[in-house]
């Protein structure tokens, strides 16, 4: 476990305050709205890492996911790749999704915004983002 003197505690801390105001996609998005809420992004290793619950309560059959990067002055970088999988998840299931891409090592930026793009079900029906990035999740990379 990384240990923090009292000056870099404080200073994470205002990291994220200034994020909450730079970032407002941080808020968690309105119960029932997303039918998959990412609940943490992680770009280690050359891998991503997206963890995740179906909200929807019906069978997931697939999704996708996009992702940002911001750094240190809040500019955005978009990954060059969706991140996908077909997928049997059961209608209230939590998944860890891993992608291994070389592409990730290009993206190492202090933060990363995973939002959900499209979500088809195993009945047929689907959801698709309507631009908001409602569905998201900005975790602080290290």
Known sequence: MRQYSNNSLIQILVVFAAASTVFPCMAKA??????????????????????????????????????KFFDHAGKAHSFPLSLGDHVHMS????????????????????????????????????WVDDGSHACSIVSVQE
């Open 30 to 67: 309105q119960s029932g709205s997303c039918p998959i809420q990412p609940i943490l992004v992680k770009n280690i290793n050359s891998q991503i890492a997206i963890e995740f619950n179906s909200t929807a309560g019906k069978p997931v059959a697939s999704y996708r996911f996009a992702l």
């Open 91 to 126: 209608a209230h299931g939590r998944r860890t999704s891993i992608w291994e891409t070389h592409l990730a090592q290009q993206f190492l930026y202090p933060y990363v915004q995973a939002f959900l793009q499209q979500v088809a079900f195993a009945d047929g029906t689907s």
